[in-house]
């Protein structure tokens, strides 16, 4: 990046590391220091390896887009054989990662937590600047006639819908803010739906077959500024903010903590390279994170029996 800069300036390059060589060397130090010739993302993997993967909250084709963009610049930056792996629900990406089929996720707040506690040895490692205050937005077709309000206990009457069962912004923190408004999380009419997604969510809402649901802040902004939601669909209320999203790395690939954590918390905006991965998760940076940080999660997630 200085190099860059200084040649659009005009001034001397001093020959310096970039900062991919930098991370680069990093991974290949903390590789010998473990006593490798080179970097191994799991047990059974092929030296130099990493399979990263991730809770499939949104359309497949999204996904592809934001974690293939992600490997390829974790290869380039850290001389890895990086692969993304689509999962096909929320808890096979808990599972993949507890047998070390996947060395690293992009969980939600809960299924990092469920997978932390599955897998001992587990590491937190970065997660996004909006992660740190998270919301949720509830939407109701427009034929209820509700007008955007605080007020959640008018919920409890329609036909609703949450995203995936473990979802943190799409059903474990919505329903303990129902619980907390007086709504049962459970008593809709029916019962809860379960969508698997947030964009699932939106389409259930828009068709009618429920008349309320619950996503994530981040892809309902996404979606309305692409001009995707149905105008039937509006939004009704935002939760407070709360931790979500963070990357998990597993224990076979530990010694990548740090060069991950580098990494990703080294991403700048002003980087055309490290701008394509942020502009993607919709993040101005990614911070530190430490476990301690889902401590609230975990404790809700127990007392709605969703963490054993």
């Known amino acids: 990046m200085a190099a860059r800069r200084a040649l659009r300036s005009g001034s001397p390059v001093v020959p310096s590391l970039s900062r991919r060589a930098f991370l680069a060397g990093l991974t290949l130090a903390a590789a010998t220091a473990c006593g490798r010739s080179s970097p191994v993302g799991r047990g059974t993997a092929a030296p130099g390896s990493l399979s990263i993967g991730a809770i499939p909250d949104q359309d497949p084709e999204v996904l592809q887009r934001l ?27 808990v599972s993949l990662f507890r047998t070390g089929d996947l060395d690293l996720v992009w969980f939600g707040g809960l299924t990092g937590v469920q997978a932390r506690l599955q897998t001992p040895g587990a590491t937190t490692i970065a997660q ?74 939106l389409q259930l809402v828009a068709s009618g077959s429920y008349q309320a649901g619950v996503l994530n802040e981040q892809v309902w902004a996404a979606r309305t ?68 940080d889902h401590d609230r999660i975990e404790q809700i997630g127990r007392e709605l029996g969703l963490v054993t």
């Open 225 to 292: 500024a692409e001009g995707a939601v149905d105008p039937s669909v509006v939004a009704y209320a935002r939760t407070p903010g709360y931790h979500d999203y963070h990357w998990l790395l597993g224990p076979r690939a530990a010694d990548l903590a740090g060069p991950l954590r580098d990494y990703f918390t080294g991403l700048r905006a002003d980087d055309p390279d490290d701008a394509a991965v942020l502009d993607l998760f919709g993040a101005g940076s990614f911070v530190p994170a430490r476990a301690s």
């Open 67 to 93: 974690h293939g963009t992600v490997a390829d610049s974790l290869s380039a930056a850290l001389d890895l054989d990086v692969t993304y792996t689509p999962v096909t629900d929320y808890g096979a990406a």
């Open 128 to 201: 996004r600047d909006v992660d740190t205050d998270f919301h949720s937005v509830f939407v109701v077709q427009s034929a209820t006639g509700l007008a955007p309000s605080d007020d959640l206990r008018p919920l409890a009457g329609l036909r609703f819908t949450y995203g995936a069962e473990t979802s943190t912004s799409g059903r474990l923190m919505p329903a303990w803010f129902l619980q907390q408004a007086g709504v049962d999380p459970q008593g809709f009419p029916g019962g809860p739906g379960f969508s698997g997604s947030h964009d699932a969510t």
